[in-house]
Structure formats: structure tokens, C-alpha cells
């Protein structure tokens, strides 16, 4: 014997009854769905934290003049020229007061932390038991470009960080290019 619901083709009778079935279902396995969701968001956090972190540049520095020199010994004056200026400029008041509000007022404050703060991925140990190796370079797009200028200016500015929070000279930084590292390590003095 046919069903009426479903002998007469315009209506809609079957179609609530699917519904509150459909619902009833999921509802009962409701902690299976509940799981499953739990285990794709742990996935992708387990994944996107093993990934290596990878630093984008927001902005690109020109550092190479318009007009190119015409031998290594111009390019060489025309880059310490650029070195000296930017030096120059970070030590004026209002530039040397945003960057000591940027890495944080108190003097003598943890130097890993800093570091840390400022993307370098310190590790601390690394080729010696008071050398601080920096695993990541922020600056690194722009050191394979202009390797000399950028490490030269890295240095300086870990030097100045280090006296910031480091006074009394415990920690110096010095070049030490090694493959997978910045080119500026950290050891005591």
C-alpha cells in the first residue's frame, strides 16, 4: 500500500520528517563532530607550528645610488657615505628616543628578550658556553642584496642594543657570518 505523503507529488510532507531526522542524527553524534573538529584545529596548529617562520619585509630600502660607480673603491666611499649618514641619523634625539621606546626603556633589561623581540631568534650556548647565536636575521632580503652595508649597520645596532642592556660591557657583538645564522654573534666581553 503507498503512502499518501508520498503518492501526491506537490507536497512537502517527507521533507519535515527528513529534517527532524537529519537533525536527531547529528545531534546524537554530536561529541564524534565535536571531535573530529577538535582534531583538524590541533592539526593545523601542530603543522603551522612546525614550520619554519618566515619574515616578510613591509617596506624595501634603496641603498644603492642612481648612478653606479665606476670601480669597487667608489662603490666602497659611496657606501660608507650611505653608513655614516644613516649612523648619523640615529643618533639624533628623536630618532634615538623612538628606538629606545620601541625596544623598551629600562636599562639593563634581559638581552635575549630583546633580541627576541626584535625577531633575531636568539640561542643561547651555541659555539660556546657565553656566545649568543642569532638564528634568524630580520634584515636578510636586504643583506643578500648589500651584504656589507646591512651586516655593518646589524652590528651597530646590536651593539647599541647591547649597550642599552647590557652597561658595563658584559656582551659585545662581532661579525661572524655562519650559513643558516645572522651574521653578527653575541659573547661576553
Not at 506537490?10 to 537533525?23: C, F, S, Y
Not at 649568543?132 to 647599541?160: K, T, W, Y
Request: hydrophobic share 45%; glycine share 8%; net charge negative.
Amino acid at each position: 500500500m503507498a503512502h499518501p505523503e508520498a503518492a501526491s507529488p506537490g507536497t512537502t510532507g517527507l521533507k519535515p520528517a527528513i529534517t527532524q531526522d537529519l537533525l536527531a542524527v547529528v545531534w546524537r553524534r554530536r561529541w564524534a563532530a565535536l571531535a573530529a573538529f577538535v582534531a583538524v584545529v590541533a592539526g593545523v596548529a601542530a603543522l603551522t607550528a612546525s614550520l619554519p617562520k618566515v619574515y616578510e619585509t613591509t617596506a624595501y630600502m634603496l641603498v644603492n645610488p642612481s648612478r653606479p660607480g665606476n670601480s669597487d673603491f667608489e662603490q666602497t666611499q659611496i657606501s660608507e657615505a650611505l653608513l655614516t649618514t644613516y649612523a648619523e641619523l640615529l643618533q639624533t634625539p628623536s630618532v634615538a628616543n623612538e628606538v629606545t621606546r620601541r625596544l623598551g626603556d629600562e636599562a639593563g633589561g634581559d638581552v635575549l628578550a630583546a633580541l627576541a623581540r626584535q625577531g633575531y631568534e636568539p640561542e643561547a650556548g651555541l659555539g660556546g658556553d657565553d656566545e649568543i647565536a642569532l638564528a634568524n636575521c630580520p634584515f636578510h632580503r636586504l643583506a643578500e642584496q648589500e651584504r656589507d652595508l646591512v651586516c655593518g649597520m646589524n652590528l651597530d645596532f646590536l651593539s647599541g642594543l647591547l649597550e642599552r642592556r647590557a652597561p658595563g660591557g658584559g656582551l659585545t657583538a662581532r661579525l661572524d657570518p655562519a650559513p643558516g645564522y645572522c651574521c653578527v654573534r653575541i659573547a661576553a666581553a
